[in-house]
Nanobody, 127 residues
Framework: QVQLVESGGGLVQAGGSQRLSCAASGRAFSSVAMGWFRQEPGKEREFVAAITRSGRNTYYADSVKGRFTISRDNAKNTVYLQMNDLKVEDTAVYYC????????????????????WGQGTLVTVST
């Protein structure tokens, strides 16, 4: 099973940029799609972006489309989330996750389709 560790969170001003990284251990990394989710206190975890095994296809939540970019480097076992034009409402704990469907080319927005999660990294966007 893939083990995941996020980094790159912190405090950023509205309109600024931040890049999150998620380092994966295990040889299965390039065999599964990856996703980013986020969670605000007292709210359910919500989908942000997902990327296929090869990195050729991506999918975004409407709230981040055009501002966030997900990418991956299979040689480095790492997935990234570049966040631009950040808004106060982007403040949340961000989690990367590995899709449970081995060798699938499908992308999912459902937390139930992911079976490995990082510990999360907090992104705070200030005015």
């Amino acid at each position: 099973q893939v083990q995941l560790v996020e980094s790159g969170g912190g405090l950023v001003q509205a309109g600024g940029s931040q890049r999150l990284s998620c380092a994966a251990s295990g040889r299965a990394f390039s065999s599964v799609a990856m996703g980013w989710f986020r969670q605000e206190p007292g709210k359910e975890r919500e989908f942000v972006a997902a990327i296929t095994r090869s990195g050729r296809n991506t999918y975004y939540a409407d709230s981040v489309k055009g501002r966030f970019t997900i990418s991956r480097d299979n040689a480095k076992n790492t997935v990234y989330l570049q966040m631009n034009d950040l808004k106060v409402e982007d403040t949340a704990v961000y989690y990367c996750a590995a899709d449970r469907r081995f060798l699938s080319n499908m992308l999912s927005v459902r937390t139930d389709d992911y079976n490995a999660w990082g510990q999360g990294t907090l992104v705070t966007v200030s005015t």
